[in-house]
C-alpha cells in the first residue's frame, strides 16, 4: 500500500506518531508536539477525530463508566472524551504544519461525520482504531472513500478480523494494512505475543505491524524483525504533564532512539547470505592454520609436539591436521613457520 509517496511494504517501515489526548486541550502543545515528531524522524503524526457527542452519551448509568483496572478507572466515557478529544478546528492547521514539516497526516474517525469532515481535509490514508473494527458499517463507509486504511486488531477475535477485512475489500478498499495491537495501557510485554504478526501476514497476504502501548521500544523494534512494516506509538512532549495517554507515550528522546533502532534492524535483517562480506574479509587473517611450533629439522617427523591449529591463517587449513601428522619434513623449518605443502616429502 502507498500512503502519499511511501511505499508500505516493500520498503522501510512506516513509523506514526500517534498525537492522540497528549496535547492536553493546548493547540500550541499540538503544534510542538509536531514540531518535535519531526525532528525524531517518524513518517507520520496520527490524528482522532471524534468529538464527546459523537462518541458516546453524557451519562453517569455504570454502562458509560470506564470499568476498573485501567487507566482512567471510574471516569464516565463522556468525562474522559471531552478531556481527550482534538478540537475539529486545530485538525486542518496540524496536518499542513506536518506536511510543511516533511510527514503525512491522517486520523483515525469514529464516526460518519468524522469521515465526511476529514475527506474535506483530504487526508491521504484512514486508520480504523481497534475498538472500531467492530463497526462493520464504519468501516464500510471509511473504504468507500477509496484512500489506504490501517486497522488496528486489539481485542479481536479471528473471525471478526476476517470480518473487518472483508468489508474492507468488499466496499472498494484496495490498499490494506493490519495492525497486531494487545489494547491494554500500558500493555504488558508478555501479551503482546508478537509472533502474530507473521500469522496475519500470511493469512491475510497483507502488510502487517504494531500498534504498541507497551513501555519503552523493545517491542516495537522486535516486530520489523518479525515483518512489521508500520508501527504506531503514542507521541508526547513530556510524560510527567500528565494526559490521558500521557503514561504509555514515547518523549522525542524516545522516539528518536525508536525511529534509530528501526532504521539500524532493518539494515541487519538483510537478505540470505553465506557470503563473505568485505568486512569479514579484513579479518579473516585472525582464523587458525597450521604453524611450526618448534623448530624442526629436516627428515623429523611431524608430531602434536612441533606443530599446531594456532592462529593466524597464514598456513595449511587446519582441517589437513591428520593428513601432516607423521609426514617428513623436506626442510628445516623455524619455529613460527606457516606449513606449506611443499615442506614435506
Known amino acids: 500500500m502507498k500512503i502519499k509517496d511511501f511505499e508500505i511494504g516493500i520498503g522501510p517501515t512506516y513509523i506514526i506518531a500517534e498525537l492522540s489526548a497528549n496535547h492536553n486541550q493546548s493547540f500550541e502543545r499540538a503544534e510542538q508536539i509536531v514540531r518535535r515528531a519531526s525532528e525524531t524522524g517518524v513518517?507520520?503524526?496520527?490524528?482522532q477525530t471524534y468529538t464527546p457527542d459523537t462518541i458516546t452519551l453524557e451519562s453517569d448509568k455504570d454502562f458509560f463508566k470506564v470499568s476498573k483496572g485501567t487507566l482512567w478507572e471510574g471516569r464516565t466515557l463522556y468525562d474522559l472524551y471531552k478531556e481527550a478529544y482534538t478540537p475539529w478546528e486545530w485538525q486542518p492547521k496540524l496536518k499542513g504544519l506536518a506536511e510543511d514539516l516533511g510527514m503525512a497526516c491522517f486520523s483515525s474517525p469514529f464516526d460518519y461525520?468524522?469521515?465526511?469532515?476529514?475527506?474535506?481535509m483530504e487526508v491521504p490514508a484512514y486508520k480504523i482504531a481497534s475498538a472500531e473494527l467492530v463497526d462493520l458499517p464504519l468501516i464500510e463507509?471509511?473504504?468507500?472513500?477509496?484512500?489506504p486504511v490501517i486497522m488496528s486488531t486489539g481485542m479481536a477475535s479471528l473471525t471478526e478480523i476476517e470480518r473487518a477485512v472483508h468489508t474492507a475489500i468488499k466496499s472498494g478498499c484496495k490498499e490494506l494494512a493490519l495492525l497486531k495491537c494487545t489494547s491494554a495501557y500500558p500493555a504488558p510485554a508478555e501479551e503482546m505475543n508478537l509472533r502474530t504478526l507473521q500469522d496475519?501476514?500470511?493469512r491475510f497476504n497483507l502488510p502487517v505491524g504494531l500498534s504498541d502501548h507497551t513501555l519503552g521500544l523493545t517491542s516495537a523494534v522486535v516486530s520489523v524483525a518479525l515483518g512489521a512494516s508500520i508501527i504506531e506509538k503514542h507521541f508526547t512532549l513530556d510524560r510527567k504533564e500528565g494526559g490521558p495517554d500521557a503514561a504509555f507515550s514515547l518523549e522525542p528522546a524516545e522516539m528518536k532512539a525508536l525511529v534509530e533502532a528501526v532504521r539500524t534492524t532493518e539494515k541487519s535483517m538483510g537478505t540470505v547470505s553465506y557470503e563473505v562480506t568485505e568486512k569479514e574479509k579484513l579479518n579473516r587473517p585472525f582464523r587458525r592454520s597450521l604453524f611450526a611450533v618448534e623448530d624442526i629439522e629436516k627428515g623429523?617427523?611431524?608430531?602434536?609436539?612441533?606443530f599446531r591449529?594456532?592462529?593466524p591463517a597464514q598456513g595449511i587449513?587446519?582441517?589437513?591436521?591428520?593428513?601432516?601428522?607423521?609426514?617428513?619434513a623436506r626442510v628445516r623449518i623455524e619455529k613460527g613457520t606457516p606449513l606449506e605443502w611443499d615442506f614435506f616429502e
Open 43 to 47: 513518517d507520520a503524526i496520527k490524528l
Open 113 to 120: 461525520t468524522s469521515v465526511d469532515f476529514l475527506e474535506k
Open 141 to 147: 463507509y471509511v473504504c468507500k472513500t477509496k484512500k
Open 200 to 202: 496475519l501476514a500470511s
Open 300 to 306: 623429523e617427523r611431524m608430531t602434536e609436539k612441533n
Open 309 to 311: 591449529s594456532i592462529r
Open 317 to 328: 587449513a587446519p582441517r589437513f591436521l591428520s593428513e601432516i601428522m607423521g609426514k617428513k
